[in-house]
């Protein structure tokens, strides 16, 4: 079936810090990829996309490129600030006519000052 | 701009009680989501909706009813409260349409089944 894996948490870092939460998806067609964040307290909320092989979405300094070959979509971000801290969620949306997405497990990102 | 709406924010049940989460949203989206967070799990899909009038099943659906009959609300129903159903509940909306896929998420409702 379809099904997204990420990287264990927690994770902590200190500010200023390189990131990388990775990410690989098993899919039975081509999906589209999204990275959601949840802030302590709040909904989710996407952060960024890519819909098909090769693309890179980016926001607020993260990145992520939708890499077909290792069915992966890590994301990096080159310095992370304190505010970055929060919970970040890796996603795959298959059908597209009901347009259902399907969640990893989520891992927690600590920033330290 | 209020987007998606969930009330209540927080509740507690007794084994066996019922109750009905509410979501909202106004931006006249056509596709509605009703999710669960269990601790260390991703997102599960319980019920979804591509219309008013229309719902169906995901990948949680038992123990839980939907109904759709306006473009703007979804309430998510349980009526026979177990311990298992203890989670977080997040109501999504989404435009839907090639393109259009971004979700739009509620602040959640924390419900404790005891």
């Known amino acids: 079936g379809n099904s997204v894996t990420q990287m264990e948490g927690p994770v902590t870092l200190s500010e200023e810090a390189f990131l990388t939460i990775n990410c690989t998806y098993t899919?039975?067609?081509?999906?589209?990829l999204f990275w959601y964040v949840q802030y302590p307290g709040e909904g989710l909320q996407l952060l960024l996309k890519a819909t098909k092989a090769d693309d890179k979405g980016s926001n607020k300094g993260f990145e992520a490129t939708y890499r077909k070959e290792t069915t992966s979509f890590h994301l990096e971000k080159g310095s992370v600030q304190v505010s970055d801290s929060a919970v970040y969620f890796c996603a795959l949306l298959l059908d597209q006519g009901a347009q259902k997405l399907v969640f990893g497990q989520g891992t927690r990102l600590t920033i330290n000052p | 701009n209020a987007g998606v709406t969930q009330t209540p924010k927080f509740r507690i049940l007794k084994i066996g009680q019922s109750m009905t989460l509410q979501c909202t949203q106004d931006?006249?989206?056509?596709?509605m989501y009703w999710y669960r967070q269990d601790p260390g799990m991703g997102l599960k899909l319980i019920y979804y909706?591509?219309?008013?009038?229309?719902?169906d099943k995901g990948e949680v659906p038992n123990g839980y009813n939907v109904s759709r009959s306006t473009t703007e609300d979804f309430p998510l129903r349980l009526e026979l409260a177990a311990p298992s159903q203890t989670s977080v509940y997040f109501c999504?909306?989404?435009?839907?349409?090639?393109?259009?896929?971004?979700?739009?998420f509620g602040q959640g409702t924390r419900l404790t089944v005891v």
């Open positions: 899919a039975t067609g081509y999906p589209s």
């Open positions: 931006m006249n989206h056509n596709y």
């Open positions: 909706s591509v219309g008013a009038g229309i719902t």
């Open positions: 999504a909306s989404s435009y839907g349409g090639q393109g259009n896929t971004e979700a739009f």
